[in-house]
Structures are given as structure tokens and as C-alpha cells.
């Protein structure tokens, strides 16, 4: 018996990093308190996980296009039910278009211009940030003990740290300076290492904030030298021995997780209390260096040996609710995923960057109704068929107007010619038109004084529409001295009520 404990007290001599001790003045067993606004941003981002999937599914398609009757079987391999990816895309009409194929007369599905210009937008954004994301990439190697990660746990963290698909060549090969990428002869992988620590990057985040905090409010410099920002989820409860245990907590002092630790002696239990604390400070590092602020617990799990973190994650982040927050929603509690507290405010980054903000985007495109979608489609097939429409009645137009000024130019002539009654039933007829008070009381007129009127949507001179029903006229009309009759035009202005005849821009 004793020689098993003297075995396992020499095992703990050799590796004193392997396993850490959980005496800390945080109590362990805390109840979990959830907050709904992290909760509530998961259920967004479950949408979007996958939209993002048949996103990609669709943009490797021929023409970016898939019949549907076909997308039911390929989704199947994105963990899509069978009939499940039909009905999930017509809750997207801003992002997803069904459409029937002009030539086959089936359903086809696409994405919409909407959809199209937020993954333009998204990838000019990642474009402009990749000098930000060598330097997240090079503070992350800086943070592991040896200086080097393997490439494979990189690459699944890609999108959380900013880094393109292709970040290998564009990223790690593009800056031999800062990057060597090498094969591991004992397991065959590919690691990244980084090829000079700079102590300028050696700078935490939450360093400038404790100075910021120090300069803004003036809070005491011994009690904000090692302390982190908590701010306890609604609900949380908080008694009289966990506060003396937090103020204690935050007074303890920490190495820095850019800071080499392989030479301390960490068997003594102050050494492994500041271990506890270097390690929320790790994570602590590892999520602002991400471009939303959270990563999942898997990923983080994936640095765990090469930055000395505990084994069980998930219970020692909910000893520090107050710092982070850890929502399983999002895929049927399977997934984890860890926030930053002090970076969000009512679900949003109070600093947001512009990868953010362009990923957002997609998720205002999900959050909007679909009833808008159908409104806005509506207004785009009246707006075409109005188009259409107008530029017939124009095309119309123009060509019969042009029309009636040569036929009727030598007409005018020989009827001016005419006699005196008709020059008179002429005059009445243009009073009678110029009584309709309209663009400021007269009529459009042309150069040498013609007043131009529209008849049955053509554009007539009023002098050559007058002559056209004159000879339509009894010869006994138009002596109208001798028969009695009005002498005032009431029949031409009869067929000028019944809309035959109407001045030139005004509506029927």
C-alpha cells in the first residue's frame, strides 16, 4: 500500500502539469443559471448552421442550381431528414428560391440576390481582415507551450478565428516570417509552428481592459492588478461566503498564459491555484481572439494539452459564470458552445467588427417575415409588367404621333383654306377646351403657337382634330345664323365629353 502512494506521489513529481487539483475558493458545484438572450442567439445560429451547409450545397452546383426532386437526396448527407430540406427551405424565401425551369418545367431551387450579395459582402470582409487573422493565428501558437498547434484543429476553428478555406497557402505559406509548416515524423501529422515570439503580441485583452477600467473609473490598482470582469447572469444568486470567495478569487495572482511555465515548480498548492486562474485567463485570451467572441467547447477541448487546460471543461467554466456563458442550444444540447460575457450587451458585440456585421446579415435575412418576401416578389412582377407596358403605350405613341403631324401637316394647309364658318366653329371649339383649367390654364403649345391635344392616346394639333369632324358635319349646321341652331360647337363638345378627345399630359 505504501509503495502504490509513493508511486503515485513520484508520478505527480514527474508530471505536475498533467492532472490539476480543483482546490480553488470558487465553491465547485454551483448551480447553472441560463440566460436567455445567449440561449435565444443559438436558436438563431442553429437556422443558420444549416443554411450555411446547403449554401455551400448549392454554390458547387452547375449554374448554382438544383432540381428539387434532386436536393431531397443530397441533403440527406447534411444530416437533413428525408422530405425535411422542402419544407425547411420555404421557411427561407429571403435566402432560398424556388423557382419552375423555363425549359424542363420542373422545380428548381436557388439562392436569392439577397443571399448572393451578403456572401459577396461576407467574403470581402474576410478578405480585408486576413492581416488581422495572421496576427490572432500568431498570438494563438504563442499561447501554446511548445509554439505550435496541429494544422487539423486549426482547421476546424478556421471560421471562428477568421481564417479563409484556404488559409493554408493564403494565410500560412504567403508569411514565411511568421509560420513554418512542418510534418510530425512520430504521428504524421502537420503542425504549425510559429517561427519568433514577439513580446509585443504578449499583451491579453483582458490587460487593456483592466487599464481601461483603471483610467475610466479610478478603481483601486490592487484590486484590479489580477481581477476580471463579472457580470452574473439574471437570476444568478449570490450569497455573503460566494461573494468573500470571489473577492478573494480576484486578488489572486496568475501567470500570464503567453508566459513559459515549464521550469516552475507547481506542486505546492498556491502554484496550482494560480494554474486554475492562468487557465480561465487562457480561455479567457482564446475567445477574444475569435471574431464573434464564442467557439464551442469541442474546439477549445482540441487545445487543451497544448496550453495546460483542465480535463473537465464544461464544470470548470460553470464555476465562472460571471465570466462565461455556456448555451447548449443549438443542435439538441449535443453542442456546447462558450461566450464571452463581457463582450456581448442584449445579444450583440459591443464592438462588432465587419465580419461580424456581414455575417449578420444572413441572419436578418432568416429573422425577416415570409410574408415580405412575397409582397416584395409581388411588387417586382407588377413593377416588370408596368414597365412593359409603358414603354408599349410609348413606343405607340411616339410612332403615331409622328405619324399624325406628316398625314395632317398638308392637310392644314388646304383646310385654313376653308370658309369663315369653320375658322369660327374652329375657335369655339378651342375656347371650349381651353376652359379646362389645367397646367397653370392653357394648353401645351408648340413653337408657332399650335395648342396640341391627345386623342385616343395619339398626339393631335387641336386645328387638324377640329377639321377632321367638320366634314363629318350636316352643311345645315354649320349655317348656324340662318337655322337657328347653336352657334357654339355642343356637338363637337359632346364628342369631347365622351373622352374622345382630352388635352395633351392630362389623365383619362
Avoid at 438563431?44 to 431531397?72: A, G, N
Avoid at 408599349?392 to 398638308?410: A, H, K, P, R
Wanted: net charge positive; glycine share 4%; aromatic share 10%.
Amino acid at each position: 500500500m505504501n509503495l502504490i502512494k509513493s508511486g503515485s506521489f513520484l508520478l505527480r513529481t514527474l508530471n505536475p502539469t498533467r492532472a490539476m487539483s480543483q482546490s480553488t475558493s470558487i465553491p465547485k458545484k454551483l448551480l447553472r443559471v441560463r440566460d436567455h438572450g445567449f440561449d435565444n442567439y443559438m436558436e438563431v445560429e442553429k437556422k443558420l448552421r444549416k443554411i450555411l451547409k446547403l449554401q455551400d450545397l448549392l454554390l458547387f452546383q452547375p449554374q448554382q442550381t438544383v432540381p428539387i426532386s434532386r436536393l431531397d437526396t443530397l441533403a440527406r448527407r447534411l444530416d437533413f431528414k428525408q422530405y425535411e430540406v422542402g419544407s425547411f427551405i420555404l421557411k427561407f424565401p429571403h435566402v432560398f428560391e424556388v423557382y419552375d425551369h423555363p425549359v424542363r418545367r420542373i422545380l428548381y431551387c436557388r439562392l436569392t440576390r439577397k443571399a448572393h450579395f451578403q456572401i459577396e459582402q461576407e467574403n470581402l470582409a474576410l478578405i480585408d481582415q486576413i492581416p488581422d487573422a495572421v496576427t490572432r493565428l500568431r498570438k494563438l501558437l504563442m499561447m501554446s507551450n511548445t509554439g505550435r498547434l496541429r494544422l487539423e484543429h486549426i482547421r476546424i476553428a478556421r471560421r471562428e478565428l477568421g481564417l479563409p478555406d484556404d488559409f493554408e497557402c493564403s494565410v500560412i505559406l504567403k508569411n514565411p516570417q511568421f509560420f513554418r509548416l512542418f510534418d510530425a515524423k512520430e504521428t504524421r501529422n502537420k503542425y504549425i509552428e510559429i517561427a519568433e515570439r514577439e513580446p509585443t503580441l504578449a499583451t491579453c485583452a483582458i490587460e487593456k481592459l483592466r487599464e481601461k477600467e483603471y483610467r475610466e473609473k479610478g478603481i483601486d490598482a490592487e484590486d484590479i492588478r489580477f481581477s476580471f470582469i463579472v457580470n452574473f447572469p439574471p437570476g444568478f444568486k449570490i450569497d455573503k461566503y460566494y461573494r468573500i470567495a470571489v473577492w478573494k478569487w480576484q486578488r489572486l495572482p496568475y501567470w500570464s498564459p503567453y508566459e513559459d511555465v515549464s521550469g516552475y515548480d507547481l506542486r505546492s498548492l498556491e502554484a496550482q491555484k494560480r494554474m486554475e486562474k492562468r487557465a480561465v485567463a487562457t480561455i479567457h485570451e482564446l475567445l477574444s481572439l475569435t471574431v464573434e467572441k464564442k467557439i464551442s467547447l469541442e474546439r477549445i477541448a482540441h487545445f487543451r494539452q497544448a496550453m495546460n487546460l483542465p480535463k473537465k471543461l464544461k464544470d470548470f467554466l460553470l464555476q465562472h459564470q460571471g465570466i462565461f456563458y455556456i448555451s447548449t442550444r443549438g443542435n439538441f444540447g449535443k453542442l456546447h458552445t462558450v461566450f464571452l460575457r463581457e463582450a456581448y450587451k442584449k445579444g450583440e458585440l459591443i464592438e462588432p467588427n465587419d465580419l461580424y456585421l456581414a455575417r449578420r446579415k444572413l441572419a436578418e435575412l432568416v429573422l425577416l417575415s415570409p410574408r415580405k418576401a412575397t409582397v416584395d416578389r409581388e411588387l417586382v412582377n407588377y413593377r416588370r409588367g408596368r414597365e412593359d407596358e409603358i414603354a408599349s403605350i410609348q413606343s405607340d405613341y411616339v410612332e403615331n404621333g409622328f405619324e399624325g403631324f406628316v398625314d395632317e401637316d398638308d392637310n392644314r394647309q388646304d383646310r385654313e383654306r376653308g370658309c369663315d364658318s369653320d375658322l369660327n366653329l374652329d375657335a369655339d371649339a378651342e375656347s371650349d377646351l381651353k376652359s379646362l383649367d389645367f397646367h397653370k390654364g392653357r394648353l401645351p403649345e408648340w413653337e408657332d403657337g399650335s395648342t396640341f391635344c391627345a386623342v385616343n392616346g395619339h398626339v393631335r394639333c387641336i386645328r387638324l382634330v377640329v377639321a377632321d369632324f367638320v366634314p363629318s358635319t350636316p352643311h345645315d349646321a354649320i349655317n348656324v345664323q340662318n337655322n337657328g341652331d347653336r352657334g357654339d360647337g355642343s356637338k363637337l363638345k359632346n364628342k369631347y365629353d365622351q373622352s374622345y378627345m382630352r388635352p395633351l399630359g392630362v389623365g383619362p
